[in-house]
Antibody
């Protein structure tokens, strides 16, 4: 079964750091672009970052540049999101997603992990 | 960035009736070299992650019921649910992937049963 499972979300103080993980299974992880999307409570979807299959090209939404770092370990079939200088407005469910090979769109999503930034 | 807008914000439709959601992009998402519209539709039910319904504006993802259809080109798109079922209650989002990697989503349209 094709699956993405996120972990690592929890309560963190403003200014703190957190690393999220996304474990992939059921497909050849190393051949896909991967992405992070977030959703603040009661709000819409916001793209965060993506990464090329070999990990050598990364892109970020403007508001995350310099604070978030996306990475991957193809040997472990795992995607990461290192977040630092966290703000209250970063509070959200963070989803990892697979960018479909011939689709362009995000065809597989994990169930998400909740990050709460609060003192 | 390409800005995506959706209308209406919400709608309530009787079971078995048609639901229509509109999506507009601030610039064309039609790539002329391959004549594809880089536009997707997602469904999100409460407490669940989004689910891909439609890509390339009108191609249904595998396993998606054929009551869901997408249409449009350039800057104006429509998602139609031909005969609303109870399990279709959800928020629907459009997304452009033309201006990658700056993917942008519409604000969402909530669909309920009347």
């Amino acid at each position: 079964e094709v699956q993405l499972v996120e972990s690592g979300g929890h309560l963190v103080q403003p200014g703190g750091s957190l690393r999220l993980s996304c474990a992939a299974s059921g497909f050849t992880f190393s051949t896909y672009w991967m992405t992070w999307v977030r959703q603040a409570p009661g709000k819409g979807l916001e793209w965060v970052a993506n990464i090329r299959p070999d990990g050598n090209e990364k892109s970020y939404a403007e508001s995350m540049k310099g604070r978030f770092t996306i990475s991957r370990d193809n040997a472990k079939n795992t995607l990461y999101l290192q977040m630092s200088s966290l703000r209250a407005e970063d509070t959200a469910v963070y989803y990892c997603g697979r960018e479909g090979l011939l689709l362009g769109a995000f065809d597989i999503w994990g169930h998400g992990t909740m990050v709460t930034v609060s003192s | 960035d390409i800005v995506m807008t959706q209308s209406p914000d919400s709608l309530a439709v009787s079971l078995g009736e048609r639901a229509t959601i509109n999506c507009k992009s601030s610039q064309s998402v039609l790539y002329n070299s391959n004549n594809k519209n880089y536009l997707a539709w997602y469904q999100q039910k409460p407490g669940q992650p989004p689910k891909l319904l439609i890509y390339w504006a009108s191609t249904r993802e595998s396993g998606v019921p054929d009551r869901f259809s997408g249409s449009g080109s350039g800057t104006d798109f429509t998602l139609t649910i031909s005969s609303l079922q109870a399990e279709d209650v959800a928020v629907y989002y459009c997304q452009q992937y033309y201006n990658t990697p700056s993917f942008t989503f519409g604000p969402g349209t909530k669909v309920d049963i009347k």
